[in-house]
């Protein structure tokens, strides 16, 4: 079984301000994707970033990108440029291809971006 | 446009009784999944199926129940046996259950106690 586990229950950054948000995982599998959505106070599940964990390279998405560290089984988000509209749950899933690719999820970090 | 519709947005169930949630999907996805929130957590996998008329059963499957009879549709039913059934609801679906596709999320369905 997977698990995910982010140990940072809350954060907070100043606006334009960077912030990088943990997240460890644990499995066997060999094939499998990591996954940040996002969760505003709206409870919409947002897609952030993605990654493939037989990519070396880390993804990015404009502000946002990730450094997958595959040994060490950590994915941490990094938010550069930190805007007023980034305040949100964030939650860090796994996924892999053997199970049907269900997403296993950590129990989130809540981001607030001060003004 | 293409989406994810999740009715009805609030519900409220009374004690020993069924209550359906509908997810209804234009993507022409073949994968749907039900995860349920609590307060303060993350998602947790109910049921999902991969297929239509087949599905699997999830982390927390008791005391609900699932049909996949079309593509589009994957209602799921929380029934009596469930007996802490307040939680946000959530549905999602993905294409090619054999790529990267991440999952596309609905916009939830708040089911609460009378």
């Known amino acids: 079984a997977q698990t995910v586990t982010q140990s940072q229950p809350e954060m907070s950054v100043q606006e334009a301000e960077t912030v990088t948000l943990s997240c460890t995982y644990d499995t066997s599998e060999n094939n499998y994707y990591l996954f940040w959505y996002k969760q505003p106070p709206s409870r919409q599940m947002i897609l952030v970033i993605r990654q493939e964990a037989y990519k070396q390279q880390n993804a990015t998405e404009n502000r946002f990108s990730v450094n997958f560290q595959k040994a060490a089984k950590s994915f941490s988000l990094k938010i550069s440029d930190s805007q007023l509209g980034d305040t949100a749950m964030y939650f860090c899933?796994?996924?892999?291809?053997?199970?049907?690719?269900?997403?296993?999820f950590g129990e989130g970090t809540q981001l607030t971006v001060n003004p | 446009d293409g989406g994810i519709t999740q009715s009805p947005k609030y519900l409220f169930r009374k004690e020993g009784q069924n209550v359906t949630l509908s997810c209804e999907q234009n993507?022409?996805?073949?994968?749907m999944y039900w995860y349920r929130q609590d307060p303060g957590q993350g998602l947790r996998l109910i049921y999902y199926s991969q297929i239509v008329n087949d599905f699997q059963k999830g982390d927390i499957a008791e005391g609900y129940s699932v049909s996949r009879e079309k593509k589009e549709s994957f209602p799921l039913t929380v029934t009596s046996a469930q007996k802490n059934p307040t939680a946000f609801y959530l549905c999602?679906?993905?294409?090619?259950?054999?790529?990267?596709?991440?999952?596309?999320f609905g916009d939830g369905t708040r089911l609460s106690i009378l």
């Open positions: 999602a679906s993905r294409t090619d259950r054999y790529s990267n596709q991440p999952q596309h």
């Open positions: 993507l022409n996805h073949d994968a």
């Open positions: 899933a796994f996924a892999a291809e053997t199970s049907g690719s269900r997403l296993t």
